[in-house]
């Protein structure tokens, strides 16, 4: 098959855009869940918050994936290019069905066990942290397996504003009108996520199985050395050496072989290290990138400047350069 001749010729870009889909993924729903699972025992304690909660997380839900990366470019710590508005934009998705799961898994705790505890002495905390938790980590558990399949769905998109990962295939095969190559991403995208899903499912199923603490442990043990064992292979995978330049280009053909022009030329006659962002999202996110330096240089087309970044009127018989040109009206 041609996808499977691609590969082959691909097989170390590929290898490092699966590390870098890997560890957006994998660092964001771990956030997700450090603030996920302490929002959502606070709103099962406060029943009159749990609404509000839950109704801005639902909100945040509603925003389209690439309208939120959009949303961000401009905002300074969280935004910009690159993987890191990617995060913020993961964390944001994962948080619902993880304080969702988390304040159902703790609303449905039998109050005879509650009362249990009690008895025995336990403070509220520990009542929490011995009773509660580990009876609704089962629930925590699929809510987290919801919110890592999302996050390995929405990463594709990321690619847009140059957080890499798979959809960097995908992207590259749209703008070329070439199905080989979106397979090339979308096919190792499905299978990351199947994969994910299958994983987390079976630490869901393990930690329902009410065997022995033991069992119990070594399941949550497993998964988290499982986890850890990924991130720091995909961190070495995908780590990339800093660079003093960083060229962007557009996202087509043209504008990607323009932007690779450039890298090469600094490269070549200054002996800088250039890094690339190329295949971005369009004018609009290029435009972004360069005034928030995410990116120092892009090629733009004259007209273009004209029309879409500057708003500038032309007449017909008017020449685009003239209107760019210092001094002109």
């Given amino acids: 098959m041609a996808v499977i001749a691609f590969w082959k010729s691909h097989a170390a870009e590929l290898a490092g855009l699966m590390a870098q889909h890997v560890l957006i993924v994998a660092i964001s729903t771990m956030v997700a869940v450090a603030i996920g699972v302490p929002l959502g025992v606070f709103a099962s304690r406060r029943p009159r918050l749990s609404a509000p909660i839950v109704g801005i997380v639902n909100i945040v839900q509603t925003v389209p994936s690439l309208a939120m990366f959009g949303f961000l470019l401009p905002v300074p710590l969280l935004g910009g290019v690159g993987p890191r508005a990617a995060v913020v934009v993961l964390i944001l998705y994962g948080l619902l069905p993880i304080i969702r799961t988390t304040i159902a898994g703790i609303a449905g705790i039998d109050a005879s066990v509650r009362e249990a505890g009690v008895a025995m002495g336990m403070t509220p905390n520990e009542l929490l942290r011995l009773v509660e938790l580990p009876i609704a980590l089962p629930s925590i558990a699929a809510g987290i397996r919801v919110a890592a399949v999302v996050g390995v769905g929405s990463a594709t998109i990321a690619a847009a504003i140059g957080a890499g990962g798979l959809g960097e295939y995908i992207y590259r095969g749209l703008s070329m009108v070439d199905t080989t190559v979106i397979l090339a991403g979308a096919i190792p995208a499905a299978l990351l996520a199947l994969s994910v899903d299958g994983g987390l499912l079976w630490v869901e ?66 002996g800088l290290t250039v890094k690339r962002r190329l ?33 500038q009127p032309i007449t017909p018989d008017a020449r685009a350069s003239d209107s760019l040109e210092p001094g002109a009206p």
């Fill in 205 to 270: 199923r393990q930690l329902l199985t009410r065997r022995r603490t033991r069992s119990r442990r070594a399941a949550v043990s497993l998964a988290a050395a499982a986890v850890a064992a990924v991130l720091l292979s995909s961190g070495l995978v995908a780590g990339r050496s800093g660079g003093a330049i960083v060229v962007g280009s557009k996202n087509f053909t043209e504008q990607m072989i323009l932007g690779e022009i450039i890298a090469e030329t600094i490269e070549r006659d200054t």
């Fill in 279 to 311: 295949n971005l999202g369009g004018t609009l996110i290029c435009d972004r990138a360069l005034m928030t330096g995410d990116i120092d240089v892009y090629v733009e087309y004259t007209g273009t400047a004209l029309t879409a970044i500057f708003h």
